[in-house]
């Protein structure tokens, strides 16, 4: 004879969730079921394999198609100059006094005329250099890239983090993180 498990179900809902805070109570319903019953081998929250939350699903509109926030944007024709070479391009990008640095603190470069001096000795020396962003994140006014340089005159293909600051249309600060 087949064995009978019973379920139980416990359904929360955004009003429940957000009860005595503002909130719109406009978000789905968490179902969690508290039948399975954890193996010898579950981990600390008592979930093993078989019962683990699965990973968040992709988001219903493609990533492509969301719209690019204007921090997100000026970024982007940042890389797109520097890719092009194109240093009077790359520099608008800048407010006049920005900072370029390795995290935490060590500046690489402060001003536009300090920039210029760098980045025109990099494209001369380097003719292949190019950037590929490989993420990215915007949160308000900092947009934060994984970004891939190849064409290095070494060779070296270096990866890095950069933290944009962008304030009024323009690149204040740059932090690399190796």
Same mark, same amino acid.
């Given at each position: 004879?087949?064995?009978?498990?019973?379920?139980?179900?416990?359904?929360?809902?955004?009003?429940?969730?957000?009860?005595?805070?503002?909130?719109?109570?406009?978000?789905?319903? %968490?179902?969690?079921?508290?039948? /399975?019953?954890?193996?010898?081998? $579950?981990?600390?929250? @008592? =979930?093993?394999?078989? #019962?683990?939350?699965?990973?968040?699903?992709?988001?219903?509109?493609?990533?492509?198609?969301?719209?690019?926030?204007?921090?997100?944007?000026?970024?982007?024709?940042?890389?797109?100059?520097?890719?092009?070479?194109?240093?009077?391009?790359?520099?608008?990008?800048?407010?006049?006094?920005?900072?370029?640095?390795?995290?935490?603190?060590?500046?690489?470069?402060?001003? %536009?005329?300090?920039?210029?001096? /760098?980045?025109?000795?990099?494209? $001369?020396?380097?003719? @292949? =250099?190019?950037?590929? #962003?490989?993420?990215?994140?915007?949160?308000?006014?900092?947009?934060?890239?994984?970004?891939?340089?190849?064409?290095?005159?070494?060779?070296?293909?270096?990866?890095?983090?950069?933290?944009?600051?962008?304030?009024?249309?323009?690149?204040?600060?740059?932090?690399?993180?190796?």
């Amino acid at each position: 004879m087949k064995k009978i498990r019973p379920v139980v179900l416990l359904v929360l809902s955004a009003a429940a969730c957000t009860a005595g805070k503002t909130g719109t109570g406009d978000l789905p319903p %968490i179902v969690i079921d508290l039948s /399975a019953r954890p193996s010898p081998t $579950a981990g600390p929250l @008592g =979930l093993s394999a078989a #019962v683990a939350p699965t990973a968040t699903p992709a988001p219903a509109v493609p990533t492509a198609a969301m719209p690019e926030s204007a921090e997100a944007q000026v970024v982007a024709a940042q890389i797109d100059a520097f890719n092009r070479h194109d240093l009077e391009a790359f520099l608008a990008s800048y407010a006049a006094d920005a900072v370029l640095y390795d995290q935490p603190d060590r500046v690489r470069q402060s001003g %536009i005329a300090e920039i210029r001096q /760098a980045y025109a000795a990099a494209f $001369a020396a380097n003719p @292949g =250099l190019h950037v590929t #962003v490989s993420s990215r994140i915007v949160q308000g006014r900092l947009v934060i890239q994984q970004e891939v340089l190849t064409g290095a005159a070494d060779g070296q293909t270096r990866t890095s983090v950069a933290t944009y600051e962008v304030v009024g249309g323009k690149i204040t600060r740059v932090g690399f993180t190796k």
